[in-house]
């Protein structure tokens, strides 16, 4: 491949933009001045010098290489005095055209630049020279082509490639931001962002890049609030097709949405954190019972699939078993009490079922997004499902990848992606739910196995930290709460001190991307989506204002609960 640093710029980007001045703050920094009569050089905009003597080295026949840098501040190096702003009707130049006084000198802008290095193509990485440029240096704007090769690791529609945007200092398009999915399945990834500020379409945005012909991904979505349900729609659209080839059938995207109702957990999948979750305040006694009743029920070979009523009879018949070894000890009123306990919480639930369960081979499959709804479930029943099927998928790509099973439910050849929202309800720092433990083995060793988890909070600092930090590729969008800004600054690696400084500034859509699927940390702006999204807010004002209308007034006299012009699905009160 070629290296594009070493590649001649075309002629327009020739023209110098500034002369260095020296050496920055730090040993990576430099300054140099520039009039920028056009305003280009934005803060997080690129530019670049030249190695060695430009001209000697193209006698020579060597391309010098361009060391990247990216600006952090704009400092100007002189103002107007302060008497020529006193009159707002006339301008300060007018007042300096006046007295002689030579204007241009306020154009003189001061640039820190942090020092990125060359690009090395072969080790995929930046270089840094280790020494800042030479007073006098020309400086030159980085165009469009070079930043487009050199930022991304992956072009677009590349196999394995994602585009979620282009670069914000740039025009829209010009410099698309293209990340790794290869990267983001081994190293997992997090979405951090204010309520708001985009995070859930960014998101969607992604899953419809993994679901595009040039990716054909294995996608999971753990939807609490069902803002996925629009995707529904992606099977509709030609981005997500492909016709065959002659060799086989062709590609179309397919996706599975589970209502409440069809998410199903069998009790067999259930261990005693779970019934610990679901069965609170259990006392101690109550504890030990079901533990051995549950050790019980899982050691019997010839029924690996109990039930209720096996459970049930597994607590008396331990319970008869303590009596027995303990002089005749009664423990009745705690059997009566936890099988009490056990009806109260089984018996009438929807989601907890003798037989019923989420098959992993109908969940997981290449080319289809599953969509989860759990948005009408208890929170600790979210909690014990999220746990139970990671549990149940970990052990299906681990025993696939050991060769301990070749065909049934329990076969995944396929690496698959899981995306977590409301990531800090399933892992909660400074609390331990179930749901925790499973979490961070999946993150700490999923990438043997090939499963990928991406995770999506709005509340950083009431994530797990350790959850957090295990996220490779990071996705921060605007967070205004100091406590979150610090959160993320604490865990994430890889992100500037400069670019952090930026999040409470960031506009809704805009994201600084950084971490392992990227080759430097950038700031993006989301592109827009395909599907329609669903995250929106209701708009209470219009819904009010539709709630007496004529079209409205009649559906009530109908006996009808009309619809909301602007938010379908919202009944009205009769």
Not at 15 to 41: C, M, W
Not at 428 to 440: D, F, N, Q, R
Not at 491 to 499: C, K, P, S, Y
């Amino acid at each position: 491949m070629f290296d594009q640093t070493l590649l001649p710029p075309p002629p327009f980007a020739r023209n110098a933009v500034g002369i260095t001045k020296g050496p920055g703050e730090t040993t990576h920094e430099y300054t140099f001045v520039s009039r920028d009569e056009e305003q280009r050089l934005k803060n997080g905009e690129y530019v670049y010098y030249e190695l060695g003597d430009a001209e000697q080295i193209g006698q020579n026949g060597i391309t010098p290489r361009r060391v990247l840098g990216r600006i952090l501040k704009r400092v100007p190096l002189q103002l107007y005095p302060d008497t020529f702003l006193g009159e707002p009707e006339i301008s300060p130049a007018q007042v300096a055209a006046m007295v002689g006084y030579d204007a241009r000198v306020n154009d003189l802008f001061e640039m820190h630049v942090a020092i990125m290095g060359y690009y090395d193509h072969t080790t995929e990485s930046f270089i840094n020279p280790w020494i800042p440029p030479q007073s006098g240096k020309k400086i030159f704007l980085a165009d469009d082509a070079m930043l487009t090769n050199i930022l991304s690791r992956k072009k677009e529609k590349q196999p394995g490639s994602a585009t979620i945007g282009s670069l914000l200092t740039r025009a829209p398009g010009a410099v698309p931001v293209v990340l790794s999915v290869k990267d983001i399945v081994s190293t997992h990834l997090a979405i951090i962002a204010s309520t708001g500020a985009g995070k859930s379409y960014l998101a969607s945005v992604l899953i419809e890049e993994l679901m595009q012909p040039h990716n054909k991904a294995c996608v999971l979505i753990i939807d609490p609030h069902g803002e996925y349900s629009t995707l529904e729609q992606l099977p509709n659209f030609p981005q997500f097709s492909e016709p065959g080839d002659g060799h086989g059938s062709g590609y179309r995207a397919q996706v599975r949405i589970y209502k409440p109702e069809q998410v199903k957990v069998r009790l067999s999948s259930l261990n005693m954190g779970d019934m610990r979750q679901l069965l609170t305040e259990m006392t101690e006694k109550q504890q030990y019972l079901l533990g051995r009743a549950l050790r019980k029920v899982q050691e019997n070979k010839h029924k690996p699939l109990w039930g209720l009523a096996d459970l049930k009879k597994a607590v008396n018949d331990v319970a008869k078993q303590k009596s027995d070894d303990d002089d005749g000890a009664d423990d009745s009123t705690t059997v009566r009490a936890l099988e009490w306990r056990l009806a109260q919480r089984f018996e009438n639930s929807f989601t907890f079922d003798d037989t019923q369960h989420l098959d992993l081979i109908e969940i997981f499959r290449p080319g289809q997004c599953t969509v989860l709804q759990l948005n009408e479930i208890d929170e600790r029943d979210q909690q014990v499902i999220v746990a139970t099927l990671l549990r149940r998928l970990y052990k299906a790509r681990m025993d696939t990848e050991r060769g301990k099973v070749h065909s049934g439910e329990s076969y995944l050849p396929y690496p698959v992606f899981v995306q977590l929202e409301e990531a800090h309800h399933f892992a909660p720092g400074g609390a331990e739910v179930v749901s925790t433990g499973i979490l961070k083995q999946v993150l700490a060793e999923g990438r043997k196995f090939g499963i990928g988890v991406g995770l999506i909070s709005q509340r950083p600092g009431k994530l797990d930290a350790d959850v957090l930090s295990q996220c490779q590729t990071q996705c921060i969008m605007r967070i205004v709460n100091e406590i979150d800004q610090k959160s993320v600054a604490a865990a994430i690696e890889g992100v500037g001190r400069d670019l952090l400084e930026n999040l409470p500034a960031l506009s809704k859509g805009q994201v600084i991307v950084a971490g392992a699927s990227v080759n430097t940390p950038v700031i993006c702006r989301v592109r827009t989506r395909i599907t329609k999204h669903g995250g929106e807010s209701k708009d209470a004002p219009d819904m009010w204002q539709h709630y007496f209308s004529k079209d409205a007034q009649e559906s009530r006299k109908r006996g009808e609960a009309p619809l909301s012009g602007t938010n379908k699905g919202f009944n009205l009160l009769k």
